[in-house]
C-alpha cells in the first residue's frame, strides 16, 4: 500500500543573533521504503530538510492550510487538512508538483512520480510529521485517508514505523 514512510522532527534554525526562525524547520530522522525523489532533496550534509508554512502567507487563494517546502524553495507538497483523526494526531494529504519544469527552468525532481498521493500525521504539537508515499494514489488520497482514520490501514502503517532506519 505504501511505498516510502519518511518520519521528520522539528528542529529549529537558530539565527546569528540568537533568535529563532519563525518558519518551523524539520529534518528526516527515519525512513522506511524508497521513494526515489528523496535523493533530490538531500542537503550536501545528507539531510533531507524540510519547512512548514502556513498557505495563507505564500498563496491565500490556495484551499490547502500549509505546505512543506524544501531546499531551494521546492514545494514537496500542500497539505489538505480535513478534520480527520487518529487519537488527536490530525491526518493530512497532498501530491507532488505536477510541472515538468519548476520556476526558473528547474526540473522538478517529483515528474516521474506525479501520480503518486502522500499521507501527512501531523503531531498536535507540530514536533512530528510522517509522510506516507501512496503509489499511482494521487486520484484516490481522500479516499485513502479517510481509510486510514479508520484503522484499516493500522497494521501496514505500524510494520512501515518499525522497520524504519535512522536516517
Request: include cysteine; proline fraction near 5%; glycine fraction near 8%.
Given at each position: 500500500?505504501?511505498?516510502?514512510y519518511?518520519k ?17 524547520r ?17 542537503s ?7 519547512y ?20 531551494g ?5 500542500s ?49 512530528t ?19 486510514l ?17 535512522q536516517?
Amino acid at each position: 500500500m505504501f511505498s516510502c514512510y519518511l518520519k521528520i522532527e522539528r528542529r529549529q534554525t537558530i539565527k546569528k543573533d540568537g533568535t529563532e526562525s519563525k518558519t518551523p524547520r524539520y529534518v528526516a530522522t527515519a525512513q522506511a521504503g524508497y521513494f526515489k525523489p528523496l535523493n533530490e532533496l538531500k542537503s550536501k550534509s545528507g539531510e533531507i530538510v524540510m519547512y512548514y508554512q502556513r498557505n495563507d502567507k505564500c498563496n491565500p487563494n490556495s484551499k490547502a492550510e500549509t505546505r512543506l517546502q524544501c531546499k531551494g524553495s521546492l514545494n514537496f507538497s500542500s497539505i489538505y487538512l480535513q478534520n480527520m483523526k487518529i487519537g488527536e494526531t490530525l491526518i493530512g494529504y497532498g501530491e507532488p508538483p505536477q510541472t515538468k519544469e519548476l520556476k526558473g527552468g528547474k526540473q522538478n525532481p517529483f515528474f516521474e512520480n506525479k501520480a503518486d498521493g502522500y499521507l501527512f500525521l501531523v503531531a498536535p504539537d507540530l514536533n512530528t510529521i510522517e509522510i506516507l508515499i501512496v503509489p499511482n494514489g494521487r486520484y484516490l488520497i481522500q479516499g485513502v485517508a479517510k481509510q486510514l482514520e479508520d484503522g484499516q490501514f493500522n497494521e501496514a502503517l505500524n510494520s512501515m514505523r518499525n522497520t524504519a532506519k535512522q536516517v
